[in-house]
C-alpha cells in the first residue's frame, strides 16, 4: 500500500508555470513507476506524463511534449511535474499515480494501483 499526497496546484496565466509535486508514504516509493495523469471538465481522464523506477526514461502525452517535464528523487519519496508555457487547455485536475506494471504497459494502458487525490491546475486566458 501506498499513500499519495499532491501539491502545487493553483491559477496561472496562460504562458505561465507551475511545479505540481506528489510525496509517497507506505511500501518502497523506488518500487513504482510513477505517472501524472489529468481530468478536465466533462473529459475522460488521460495520461500526462509516467517515469521509470530509476528515473532513467520518461514519456509524455503529445500534447505536453516539450513544455512539461516529470521527474523524481527517490531519497525524498517525491515526484515532480513542472509544467511550463501552460495553455488554458492544460485547465484540469491532476493526479499522481503509482503503478507496479512496466513502464511500457502503463504508458500504453494508463493502468496505475495507487491514486492521490488530485489538485487543481487552472490556467486562465
Known amino acids: 500500500q501506498v499513500q499519495l499526497v499532491e501539491s502545487g496546484g493553483g491559477l496561472v496565466q496562460a504562458g505561465g508555470s507551475l511545479r505540481l509535486s506528489c510525496t509517497a508514504s507506505?511500501?518502497?516509493?523506488?518500487?513504482?513507476?510513477m505517472g501524472w495523469f489529468r481530468q478536465a471538465p466533462g473529459k475522460e481522464r488521460e495520461i500526462v506524463a509516467a517515469?521509470?523506477?530509476?528515473?532513467?526514461?520518461?514519456d509524455y502525452a503529445d500534447s505536453v511534449k516539450g513544455r512539461f517535464t516529470i521527474s523524481r528523487d527517490n531519497a525524498r519519496d517525491t515526484v515532480y511535474l513542472q509544467m511550463n508555457s501552460l495553455k488554458p487547455e492544460d485547465t484540469a485536475v491532476y493526479y499522481c499515480?503509482?503503478?507496479?506494471?512496466?513502464?511500457?504497459?502503463?504508458?500504453?494502458?494508463?493502468?496505475?494501483?495507487?491514486w492521490g487525490k488530485g489538485t487543481l491546475v487552472t490556467v486562465s486566458s
Open positions: 507506505g511500501r518502497t516509493f523506488s518500487s513504482y513507476v
Open positions: 517515469i521509470t523506477r530509476s528515473g532513467t526514461i520518461t
Open positions: 499515480a503509482a503503478g507496479l506494471r512496466s513502464f511500457s504497459i502503463i504508458m500504453r494502458t494508463g493502468g496505475m494501483d495507487y
